[in-house]
């Protein structure tokens, strides 16, 4: 749910497990590279070879590769931020961005499979283990008390948790990004509870009859029977129903009485689930909710078809988004509501707030090339501090921003050309402040997500065992969550659900395993 909301705007290339290494020397054989690589490509024996490359020349700019799976890279005569760093570091930063996650993926295979490796280079956590397993990856450990000191230091200050996700085997093999805050939680068109006389609900009985009179007393006063009082995209659309009954979004892991739980092994999760059938039976529920794809829901709710939305601020508040509702109805007013009250607690949904954005990896091929190594140490210290993190998030000072009574202030080339400069942002940035300068109208909305709370999962943990499809477990256990809430499967079903998962999908090793690695990063004992 939350973390659905997050992969949309920072981890599309994460979707799915790579490729093995064996297709990648097919795609090799086949040019996938062509025009991607550096000569190395060709020699096998460049900058990013196997075997370390020739250093460059005194004085000469470093030639540093970085691949990362995005979009929206400008020319280099036009990218600010890269002339920028290229000059205060001496370097070349040549940043290869790939928008499809799956090409990525593959690419980097390639590369790995050639011996043609980027200098640094971002993949998922399971593939960390994987690579370094294999021994294609620089042991960060000995290089982050010292050489990467301040790109350490500043991942750490903001999420202090972030180094235990990257360790494998005891040892660091990534400098991670530092973790995303929370964008989404229920809003509800206060106009609407005006017009009807009813406050934000508070509680799960009211959540309920707020959704009811918003189906059934003529909100939009069209005199039709046009509205609801739920929209959404399948069971994102129910964090704060779950977060009443103390669970976490489905299939997440967290700490409960002591121990690692998983959401579908939550005794809440049935109890959840009645509930939200209860508003499928009462009619309340925009009857195409388990459809809805595209942002369409967004629209409906724009066009005065629903009053509750669960949605990140990105697709509600921004200015441009705020504009369309008003067209359709001035009168139009959405609002963030705190999450309701149940038995469990007071939560929307879960988070995970140590994910790492983005793993960052330096193959291990790169140590024979001192001088370069310590380059890209360099550019990850400099964009980790003070003047590289403001010129990553902000750009040039005079051109993007100008600085007023100690204040940043950004210009309307911040927004025009912008739009990149987070591809830069290897290490991450202070969330709370960046979002308070690029989004100032939207200040109220993104301090109100980041304050709601959430239950703290440990997601980000977990690589699944061998043998276990994630996916295809993922899949089957979607259908029948949205069954048991439909209708369509008796609830009283739930332990046969649980036995199906654990016979035909190994859920239960999945689960076992992920305990052991949470435990294992210190997170539960």
Request: with cysteine; glycine share 8%; proline share 5%.
């Amino acid at each position: 749910m939350e973390r659905m909301h997050e992969a949309k705007r920072e981890s599309k290339h994460s979707a799915r497990r790579w490729a093995p290494l064996g297709l990648a020397t097919v795609l090799l054989a086949g040019g996938v590279l062509a025009g991607c690589g550096s000569d190395t490509a060709k020699t096998g024996n460049g900058s990013g070879s196997a075997e370390g490359g020739k250093p460059a020349e005194s004085g000469a700019p470093v030639k540093l590769q970085v691949a990362m799976a995005a979009s929206g890279l400008p020319a280099a005569d036009a990218d600010d931020v890269k002339k920028t760093i290229d000059k205060k570091l001496n370097v070349d930063l040549q940043l290869t961005a790939i928008a499809s996650g799956d090409d990525y993926k593959n690419q980097i295979r390639v590369r790995l499979s050639g011996g043609n490796y980027p200098d640094l280079f971002s993949v998922d956590f399971p593939d960390v283990k994987e690579f370094a397993d294999k021994g294609l990856l620089l042991d960060l450990t000995p290089y982050m008390d010292k050489e990467l000191r301040a790109a350490k230091d500043f991942v750490v200050g903001l999420t202090p948790n972030i180094l235990k996700k990257v360790t494998v085997n005891g040892k660091q093999y990534a400098i991670p990004r530092t973790a995303d805050v929370p964008f989404s939680s229920m809003w509800v068109r206060k106009d609407w509870l005006e017009k009807l006389n009813l406050k934000v609900p508070t509680t799960l009985e009211e959540f309920a009859a707020v959704a009811k009179a918003f189906t059934e007393q003529d909100p939009d006063g069209n005199g039709k029977k046009d509205t609801y009082g739920i929209t959404g995209a399948k069971l994102d659309s129910f964090a704060t129903i779950l977060g009443a009954y103390g669970v976490g979004l489905p299939g997440s892991f967290y700490q409960k009485d002591g121990k690692v739980m998983n959401a579908y092994y939550d005794p809440g999760m049935p109890e959840a689930l009645k509930y939200i059938k209860s508003l499928f039976d009462a009619g309340v529920v925009d009857p195409e909710l388990m459809t809805n794809k595209g942002n369409v829901e967004v629209q409906k709710a724009f066009q005065g078809k629903a009053g509750l939305i669960f949605k990140g601020w990105t697709d509600i508040a921004k200015d441009e988004f705020v504009a369309q509702y008003k067209a359709i109805n001035p009168k139009a007013d959405w609002v963030q509501m705190t999450p309701v009250k149940g038995p469990g607690g007071q939560f929307d949904g879960s988070y995970d707030y140590d994910r790492p954005s983005r793993y960052w990896v330096i193959p291990k091929a790169l140590e024979k090339d001192k001088a370069k190594l310590q380059k890209v140490f360099d550019v990850l210290n400099y964009i980790s501090g003070k003047e590289g993190n403001t010129l990553v998030m902000y750009g040039l000072e005079g051109k993007h921003y100008n600085m007023k009574d100690g204040k940043l202030v950004p210009t309307d080339l911040m927004a025009k050309e912008g739009n990149y400069f987070n591809l830069y942002q290897f290490t991450g940035r202070p969330n709370k402040d960046y979002l308070a300068i690029k989004f100032p109208n939207q200040a109220e909305a993104t301090e109100f997500a980041i304050k709601t709370p959430r239950i703290s999962s440990f997601d980000s943990s977990v690589i699944p065992p061998t043998g276990f499809n994630k996916a295809d477990a993922d899949r089957f256990a979607e259908e029948e969550m949205i069954k048991f809430v439909t209708g369509k499967r008796p609830i009283a079903e739930y332990a046969d659900f649980l036995k199906t998962l654990e016979t035909t999908f190994k859920y239960k090793t999945y689960v076992d395993e992920a305990a052991k690695q949470i435990k294992e990063q210190g997170f539960v004992k």
